[in-house]
C-alpha cells in the first residue's frame, strides 16, 4: 500500500509517501524557521497562511520524487492534533480534499503518537514494548508503549516543555529563534558546572517542570550579566538533559521495562545522546534514538502511522476528522 502523509500541525509544512508502512519513497519538510524569527516564535496565523501557500506544490513534488502518480495513492493519513488549530485545519483540509478526490481512506493522526514511530521506520525489527521520551518544542511526555496502539503516560511536564524551555533562555542571551540549536553548539564550548542551576522535580515521581528553571536562569543573567555565554548554555543544558535522563531511567525502571526510544526535536540534541546512553547504560537499559531527520516533525512518521491504523488496527478512514489542538496521548489507538 502507497501511502501519503501530511504534517502542519505547527511550522514545519511537511509531506511523504511511503510503500508497504515502511519504505521511504519521499520525505520532503519545508521550514517556516525565517518566516518566524522576526517575532522571536510561531506566529500562529502567519504559519496557517504559508502553509497554505506551500502544501500544493510540496506534495507535488513528493509525488515526482517517489516516482509515482495520483493513481498510485491509496491512502491519506494527516496529523489532526495535537497543534495549532489554524496550521492543522490547513493540512486536514488539502488531505481530504486529496482523499475525495482520488477515493481513498483518510486516516487522522495523534502528532505524538507518530513521532513514535520514527523508530518503527528506523529499526523496523525493534518493536515494544518500550519506554517512549517525546521530548520537542511544545511536548515531553513519558509513555509507556505495550504494542503500537496501546499508550499509556506516566510522566510529562507540568508547564514548559523541554525544547520551549530552552528556546525561551536561548533567546534571552540573543540566539534568536529556534535557539535549541545553537544552544546545543554553544554548550560545547562551555563548563556545564559554571552555574549550579536546579534540577526541578528530580526525586519526585515522573512528572516534570522547567519553568523554575528558566526563573532561575533569568534571574542569573539580571545578577550575574557578564557570565560567559557558552558556560550559561552548557549550564543550563545540563539541567535540563539531567532531568529528562533522570526521569526516563526511573519510569524505565518502575515499569520494568529495558528499552528507552528517545523522540521529537529535542532527541536531536548532542548533550541528551551523550548522557542518556550512559545513565540507562548503568541500569542495564538500551537506548534507542532515531536518525535526527525523523526526530524533527516530519511527515513519514505520520504516514507510517496511518498505515498501521489503518491496516494492522482495522481504523476506518473518516472524512468527518476536526482538529483537536489538546489532542492527548494517553489511551490513543
Known sequence: MIALGIETSCDETAVAILRGGDEILANLVYSQTDLHARYGGVMPEAASRDHLRKLPSLVAEALATAGIGWDGIELVGVTYGPGLVG????????????????????????????????????????????????????????????????????????????GEALDKVGRLVGLGYPAGPRMDELARQGDPTAVAFPRPMIGSGLDMSFAGLKTAAVYWLRDHPSTPVPDLCASYLEAVVDVLAEKAVQAARRLELTRIVVVGGVAANRRLREVLPLRAGERGIEVAFPPPALCTDNAAIVAACAHHRFTALGCPGSLTLVPDPNLSLDGWV
Open 87 to 162: 496550521p492543522l485545519l490547513v493540512g486536514m483540509s488539502h488531505a481530504a480534499g486529496i482523499a475525495v478526490a482520488r477515493d481513498v481512506p483518510l486516516i487522522g493522526v495523534n502528532h505524538l503518537a507518530a513521532h513514535l514511530f520514527a523508530q518503527r521506520l528506523s529499526e523496523p525489527a525493534a518493536g515494544p514494548p518500550f519506554l517512549g521520551l517525546v521530548a520537542s518544542g511544545g511536548h515531553t511526555l513519558l509513555v509507556r508503549v505495550r504494542q503500537w496502539g496501546d499508550y499509556k503516560v506516566v510522566g510529562g511536564t507540568r508547564d514548559d516543555a523541554a
